[in-house]
């Protein structure tokens, strides 16, 4: 098991950048492929992007494909994401989660992933 801890999350606006931090602790972070969710009020929670255990491969919504940017230093056990051109719409809560898949992509779902952060909120005033 994997405790995760995201940070990094506030308010900012329309156009500006955020960077997202989630920190892990126990079993390596290495043993897992590492995503990215957001959920907006009254809305389900979505898939943001995904990063392969080596960190050779990455997937994106396409809502934020081309802005966001996720990345892993395993000897930190740290994943990021990096947030540009933030819009009003990239408003919510967003989860860190950690996955034992070993096969990955833009398609995975919440149900994918076995243990999950307490989640950071990110505003965007516009």
């Known amino acids: 098991q994997v405790q995760l801890v995201e940070s990094g999350g506030g308010l900012v606006q329309a156009g500006g950048s955020l960077r997202l931090s989630c920190a892990a602790s126990g079993r390596t972070s290495s043993s897992y492929a590492m995503g990215w969710f957001r959920q907006a009020p009254g809305k389900e929670r979505e898939f943001v992007a995904i990063?392969?255990?080596?960190?050779?491969?990455?997937y994106y919504a396409d809502s934020v494909k081309g802005r966001f940017t996720i990345s892993r230093v395993n000897a930190k056990n740290t994943v990021y994401l990096q947030m540009n051109s933030l819009k009003p719409e990239d408003t919510a809560v967003y989860y860190c989660?950690?996955?034992?898949?070993?096969?990955?992509?833009?398609?995975?779902?919440?149900?994918?992933?076995?243990?999950w952060g307490q989640g950071t909120q990110v505003t965007v005033s516009s």
């Open positions: 990063i392969s255990r080596s960190g050779g491969s990455t």
């Open positions: 989660a950690a996955s034992v898949k070993l096969r990955i992509g833009v398609n995975m779902r919440s149900a994918d992933f076995g243990s």
